[in-house]
């Protein structure tokens, strides 16, 4: 879970800690780029990209899970969810430095595509590898990681940890880091014997 719906849940709880800090970074951005400070209306046009491009991101994932979960398989789907979530993280964690706040609209956005394919997979990968027996409790597990990941974002946030003004970029680039665990830990997994029989017609594989 913590490369599936553990990613969409921190990704949904993060944003909100340093809405502040990226206005002004917008603000300053802005200011040094065109030599005139920008509105209030325009402030907000551009806070509501960074927040809503997210789902834009999100729709596209989850338009895509199907294809790939059947032309790839459930695994190697959801390790290929992987690359839009570093590509987000890069893009936003050194939004700051390279003086783009367009840079963090193109972060969530991938970010969005991320969420919408590990969100999309994780229930169809999980539920089809668990036992008979404890289907139900597995397919719990996806909404379990969704509610430790907006914890987690929400923790992450704190003035105590990464909610400064110095470090909102690395707050923003968290998400790399479960998709770190799934790139080093996933492989190690079985594919999805449903994926196996019916679309590889593997019926060794399968058993």
Aim: net charge positive; hydrophobic share 50%; aromatic share 10%.
């Amino acid at each position: 879970g913590i490369g599936g719906a553990f990613q969409y849940g921190l990704q949904v709880s993060i944003i909100n800690s340093p809405a502040e800090y990226i206005k002004s970074f917008i603000r300053e951005t802005w200011l040094k780029r065109y030599g005139s400070s920008p509105s209030e209306d325009m402030i907000t046009l551009m806070w509501s990209f960074v927040v809503s491009i997210y789902s834009i991101g999100g729709l596209l994932g989850s338009s895509s899970a199907g294809y790939l979960s059947v032309r790839f398989g459930r695994k190697k789907a959801m390790l290929f969810a992987n690359i839009p979530a570093l590509l987000s993280a890069t893009l936003m964690g050194l939004s700051r430095l390279c003086g783009s706040f367009e840079m963090i609209i193109a972060g969530r956005l991938f970010s969005g595509v991320c969420g919408g394919l590990a969100l999309n997979i994780h229930f169809m990968y999980a539920g089809e590898c668990a036992p008979r027996q404890i289907r139900g409790l597995i397919a719990v597990t996806a909404s379990t990681a969704i509610a430790i990941g907006k914890f987690v974002g929400f923790a992450l946030g704190l003035r105590e940890v990464l909610g400064v003004d110095a470090l909102w970029p690395i707050l923003m680039a968290a998400n790399a880091l479960p998709a770190l665990v799934q790139l080093l830990t996933l492989p190690f997994f079985p594919d999805s014997p449903r994926y196996l029989l019916i679309d590889k017609k593997d019926k060794e594989g399968c058993i």
